[in-house]
């Protein structure tokens, strides 16, 4: 199946710094999803972008489907961002596979 | 007006017991999953049902049976508890079965003791 490599597996900032958050899949995608679990645990959807770029307030996603890698930029981090951030992949099949996640940690 | 909803939130059990869980979708999607996320919080794909016939089946045990009632409910029963099924069950559904973007449930939260 797909592998799915997120980096970093964790994050530290300060509230108001920028990130980057990277996700490596080893083949073809049919889609790309990203999430964020909150510390509740609640899943949200922050981007359904299987390519190109997308924007959404401070968060915005860049995926290039051909070199097999999609972005997450977060900027002016706030401690509401604090979660784990997951990548996930699906192939024709349907069959989807998430990525480990990256835990962010926003400190006040 | 919960897209996908969950019952029980919580559910604590002795080993053994057979437990359900239920799942709904207001989206009119037509494909509907279970995951289960562990302890170390990763996620995997359980089960996906494309208008109540079963599409994706991941080498789970056989104790695991999902029932899709109609295309809006997944329901995921439970025989036999073991220890390792501790876990945090989630639902998603979405439009279609190729895995369209897809919308997560609150999860429901099983401790077998």
């Known amino acids: 199946g797909i592998q799915v490599e997120q980096s970093p597996p964790d994050l530290i900032l300060q509230e108001g710094a920028n990130s980057t958050l990277r996700c490596n899949f080893s083949?073809?995608?049919?889609?790309l999803q990203w999430f964020h679990q909150n510390p509740w645990g609640q899943l949200i959807n922050l981007f359904y972008i299987p390519s190109g770029t997308k924007q959404n307030g401070r968060l915005s996603a860049t995926t290039v489907a051909t070199e097999r890698y999609s972005l997450l930029y977060i900027s002016s981090s706030q401690t509401t961002d604090s979660g784990v951030y997951f990548c996930a992949v699906s192939n024709k099949a349907g069959k989807s596979t998430f990525g480990d996640g990256t835990t962010l940690t926003v400190k006040p | 007006d919960t897209a996908v909803s969950q019952t029980p939130k919580y559910l604590v059990t002795q080993m053994g017991n057979d437990k359900s869980i239920k799942c709904e979708q207001n989206?009119?999607?037509?494909?509907m999953y279970w995951y289960k996320q562990d302890s170390k919080k990763f996620l995997k794909i359980m089960f996906s049902y494309n208008n109540k016939e079963l599409i994706i089946n991941e080498t789970v045990p056989n104790r695991f049976s999902p029932k899709s009632p109609d295309k809006a409910h997944l329901n995921l029963h439970i025989n036999s508890l073991e220890l390792g099924d501790s876990a945090v069950y989630f639902c998603a559904s979405s439009q279609d079965r190729s895995w369209d973007e897809q919308f997560f449930g609150p999860g429901t939260r099983l401790t077998v003791l």
């Open positions: 989206l009119g999607h037509d494909t």
């Open positions: 083949d073809s995608v049919n889609n």
